[in-house]
Each structure stands twice: as C-alpha cells, then as structure tokens.
C-alpha cells in the first residue's frame, strides 16, 4: 500500500517521504480500515510518541496522522461492535502507525459509526479537533449556560469548534487571534473578537473558562482573567501560569465513541460546520504538508475516492 513515512524528528514534516509498505494485519480487538480521508495535526512532529514506542523504543520509519475516516475491511480476532464493510471514522493511537497511507489497523473502540450522509472528508476534520473541544469544554471546563469564554485562536481548527459548541451550549464567546482572523471567528459564531497583536487583551474582563491553544505570555494574562472558581484549559502542555481565582488543567485528547457520536450529530443537523482549508490526494500529500503559506483551516489527504 501507498503511505507516507517519517524517519527523521529534525527534519519534521519536511522529511515526509510517499513509499510502499504492507498492508497492516488487524491484532486482536483491532479492525483493518481502507482509508477515505485523513486528518493531520502538524504538531504531531514534536510528540515523542511518533518517533518512540510505549517501551521507549524507535518506531521509526513511522506512518504519521490520526483522524481518518473510511471502511472496514477486517476485524481481527475478539473484534465486536463493528462490522466489515461499515462506514467509520476515528481517532488512532498516538503510538501505532498512522491514516496517511491507505489502510490502517486500529482498535475498533476507537471508532465510530459514520452515517451515510456525512462525506470521509468531512468526517476526517473532526476527531482531533471536536474531541479536543468538546472534553476541553464539557469534561474538563465544565461549561454551563450562561458562562463566558475566552477561545484564543478561534478562527483555527480546534478553535472553530470550540466557539461552535461553546455557544450552543449557551456560553457569550470572545474569540481571540491575528487581525486577519477577526471575521472568520465571527462567521464561526464568536460575540466579539480581539486581535492579540493589537488590542489589549485585558479589556476583555473576568472570565468563566479560558481554552488556551497558544500557551506562553498569553496564557499567563490570560489566567489573571478567570473568575473564581473558573478554568483554564490548555492543549499545549503543562500550564505554567496558574489561575489565582479558579482551577488550570492541561489535557490531551482521548478518543470517545459516544463524544464522536454527539459531534457527528451536529454536523448533521447543521450545528456544527467544518473548517476545512486544502483537500489534497494522497500523491501530493508531502507538498500538500509543507504549505508555503499560512493555512486557513484543517488540511485532509483524500487517500481512496
């Protein structure tokens, strides 16, 4: 099968190379997808679990990317809940290989039904990003009606979808990012926007929770804005600032079969919108991962039409 390698941390995804490897054999509990669209986080290059194993051992060349969405092809042996031939869409584990390649051996609990009227490449946008959202809000912000909150890069992928589950769950969101971001973040359901290079970030007030993705200076003034007994949340590591006020937690995402079902719901019925900037075949994947210029939103590589 065709799928894209990394063997060298420094080189990041610059060192991305498309070659032939076999196809993967399904463990036990496992399930052979054939991959539709898959997602990929650039910050993957820096997780030790790409280039190491859970015994410390080199994993490398390593198959990169999480989020996929495709069919089943294989259950390996003890597999129950899905079956060959179902539409799925997923999270892979962080230490295994990865959706940018044709097919994928994966856990099938880490995976959820696609409905038929959700196309792959959508589907592929969503679980990084909408579980980060949704367990960053919800699981550990504890977000209820009525509360503010302060989304810094809310025109980004994980972004988009905190801004869009914040507000439907009835919470003011005040969106943070570049200038250039100001009207995409409103477009995504933000009340009002503040740029961070040129508006200063302290007029904003006191807060209920804070989603923090850029972590550094902003997240230490950030921190100084929560109320008591608010929250910051951080993707990006440990949190060096702590909240005087209220509680600061650091996470990282989990796969959730019931959380994918509530987000692919949404999609659905119209709640919830992607932010897809580049869709890109498999072929031109290596390229495709080394944009020349900023990108706009989630990049997908088509693998199978």
């Known amino acids: ?3 894209i390698v990394v063997t060298d941390q420094a080189a990041g995804t610059a060192g991305m190379t498309l070659v032939e490897r076999p196809e993967p054999q399904p463990a036990i509990n496992d399930v052979v997808v054939r991959i539709h669209a898959s997602g990929f986080v650039p910050t993957e290059m820096e997780w030790p679990s790409t280039w190491i194993d859970r015994a410390g051992r080199d994993r490398t060349p390593a198959i990169p990317g999480h989020e996929l969405a495709g069919v089943v092809t294989a259950l390996g042996y003890g597999t129950t809940g899905l079956s060959v031939g179902q539409r799925v869409f997923g999270l892979a584990d962080w230490h295994r290989d990865g959706t940018l390649a044709e097919y994928v051996a994966i856990e099938a609990r880490n ?3 696609l409905p038929g009227d959700v196309d792959f490449t959508a589907a592929a946008s969503l679980p990084i990003s909408g579980l980060t959202a949704w367990q960053g809000l919800f699981q550990h912000g504890r977000l209820e009606a009525g509360q503010t909150v302060l989304a810094h890069g809310a025109a980004g992928a ?12 009835g919470a003011y ?6 200038a250039a971001d100001r009207q995409k973040a409103l477009d995504f359901g933000a009340h009002e926007f503040v740029d961070l290079e040129n508006d200063a970030l302290e007029d904003v007030g006191s807060v209920d929770l804070v989603f923090d993705v850029i972590g550094g200076d902003i997240q230490k003034r950030s921190a100084a804005l929560i109320k008591t007994g608010g929250t910051l949340v951080s993707v990006v590591g440990p949190v060096e600032a702590k909240a005087v006020a209220g509680l600061a937690v650091d996470f990282v995402v989990e796969t959730d079969r019931a959380e994918l079902g509530e987000i692919v719901r949404r999609v659905r019925d119209g709640r919830l919108r992607t932010n897809i900037d580049n869709v890109s075949p498999l072929d031109d994947a290596v390229a495709a991962l080394n944009p020349t210029e900023r990108r706009k939103g989630k990049t997908i590589i088509r693998v199978h039409p």
């Open 1 to 3: 099968m065709k799928a």
């Open 111 to 113: 995976l959820a039904p």
């Open 158 to 169: 994980v972004g988009t979808m905190v801004t869009q589950l914040a507000r439907e769950a």
């Open 173 to 178: 969101v005040i969106g943070t990012g570049r």
